[in-house]
């Protein structure tokens, strides 16, 4: 299940590997993933766009168009994007590149989704996203007030994504038995 530092280094991969190619074509294998717009239109606004920069807002990644539209990215649990010289024969989209290659967009349990927008700062999942572990005005400090006025118990309100952006199951549990803290102790409990 990708988490931040997943989807992080997806998006750093895809930044060095194929950043400036040009997207030839889209095979929409499984209509299901994507969101919006529809697919036929989402395949005729994708055919011919260059990948201009790779973004990440905690789980989510987007993909800097030339058009000026974002291809937001949502792995979910069992998402995957691969870049490769081959079609993946279990992908729900693929990606042909200008440069022979692919970019398959795989997701087993189909709970992946894939959105074609004009401003990806602006959809509902992303606005409600908190504050990111490692953003510039996420402190000890800040942290600590935050904790004082929750009263439920740390862990879902470590990967409440409202709360915190990009911490899921994985990453809550290892920081809680690191830091030596039941997953059931109320958060504002914690010292």
């Known amino acids: 299940m990708p988490e931040l530092p997943e989807v992080e280094t997806i998006r750093r991969d895809l930044q060095r590997d194929i950043k400036g190619k040009r997207i030839k074509d889209v095979e ?16 005729k606004r994708i055919r011919g766009v260059a990948l201009k920069g790779f973004l990440r807002r905690g789980k989510v990644l987007a993909i800097r168009l030339s058009s000026g539209d974002y291809l937001v990215v949502h792995l979910r649990m069992t998402g995957q994007l691969v870049y490769s010289k081959h079609k993946d024969k279990k992908a729900r989209v693929i990606f042909v590149l ?3 290659r692919y970019l398959n967009f ?43 006025v929750k009263k439920t118990k740390i862990k879902p309100l470590l990967m409440d994504q409202a709360f915190i952006a990009g911490i899921g199951n994985l990453y809550a549990q290892e920081a809680l038995f690191v830091a030596g803290i039941m997953p059931a102790r109320p958060a504002n409990k914690i010292n």
């Open 28 to 43: 929409v294998l499984n209509p299901r993933v994507i969101k919006e717009p529809a697919p036929a239109d989402f395949k």
């Open 98 to 100: 200008n440069n022979g």
């Open 106 to 148: 795989n997701d087993q349990r189909l709970f992946a989704e894939l959105r074609l927008v004009s401003d990806w700062k602006q959809l509902k999942f992303v606005r409600s996203l908190g504050l990111e572990p490692l953003e510039k005005g996420f402190t000890a400090h800040r942290f600590r007030e935050m904790l004082k």
